[in-house]
């Protein structure tokens, strides 16, 4: 029986993330997206922090609130603040079945960068998220798919032999993409405005506004 894509089913991508702030890094990872997979929708998922971890920066509400200034103008981008509203912070196999009850059996994908990736088998369940989604690994500067252990071995398990195709696929396969490496992360943000310096380019000038207005991460108005 031949192979048909159907028109029909969406395809739903998730971007996971503290997105302490949000950067252009994370930005242009959905962009990638769009441009491969043209009929996508794209939703930003922002996490909450372990309760024995402080925030490092931004309330919840206030990450929710920069994630909605950036996405807005864009009707293919969304933001899913399922999990900052639940009371306790809850693990992404919980969040995906429950995604997964909702779409029936379109294609899911869950997004992430080589770092995040390599550090997949920490994860709660870790095993059942296959079973649930695709899961598409961007590469990031400084991290690399892993080359041995459990993690690689779930990559060779699960690849996907052509990108092309993952639409076709409501679950169950693993692939990866490269996108130009932009070395920015919400850590170095943070680093920047800490030492004094401007964090501008980095993320979206609105970012900073709204940064500069709510005295996020000690910014210097100036900045
Ligand atoms: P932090 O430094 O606070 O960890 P971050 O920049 O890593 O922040 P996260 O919110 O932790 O941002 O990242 C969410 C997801 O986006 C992760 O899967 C991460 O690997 C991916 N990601 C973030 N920045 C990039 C980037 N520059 N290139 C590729 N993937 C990225
Ligand atoms: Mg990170």
């Keep these: 029986m031949s192979k048909s894509f159907s028109t029909d089913k969406s395809i739903h991508i998730i971007l996971g993330g503290t997105f302490d702030p949000v950067h252009f890094g994370h930005l242009r990872m959905t962009q990638e997206m769009l441009n491969r997979f043209p009929a996508a929708k794209v939703s930003l998922m922002p996490a909450a922090y372990p309760p024995h971890r402080p925030q490092p920066g931004a309330s919840p509400q206030q990450r929710i609130e920069m994630l909605q200034l950036v996405v807005g103008k864009y009707p293919q981008l969304s933001v899913d603040t399922r999990e900052l509203e639940r009371e306790e912070p809850s693990y992404s196999v919980v969040t995906l079945r429950e995604i997964r009850e909702e779409i029936g059996e379109d294609c899911l994908v869950f997004l992430m960068g080589t770092d995040a990736f390599a550090k997949l088998n920490e994860w ?7 079973t649930l989604t695709n899961i598409l690994v961007v590469g990031r500067p400084s991290s690399q798919l892993p080359s041995d252990g459990e993690v690689a071995e779930f990559y060779e398990r699960y690849a996907i032999a052509d990108l092309d195709e ?5 679950s169950g396969k693993v692939g990866f993409c490269q996108m130009p490496q932009l070395d920015i992360s919400s850590t170095y943000i943070r680093e920047q405005i800490n030492q004094g310096f401007s964090p501008r380019f ?6 900073i506004d709204y940064m500069n207005q709510h005295g996020l991460y000690g910014l210097n108005p100036n900045n």
Aim: proline fraction near 11%.
């Design 166 to 170: 993952l639409p076709e696929h409501r």
């Design 202 to 207: 980095l993320l979206p000038d609105a970012i």
């Design 124 to 130: 709660y369940e870790w095993q059942e998220l296959i």
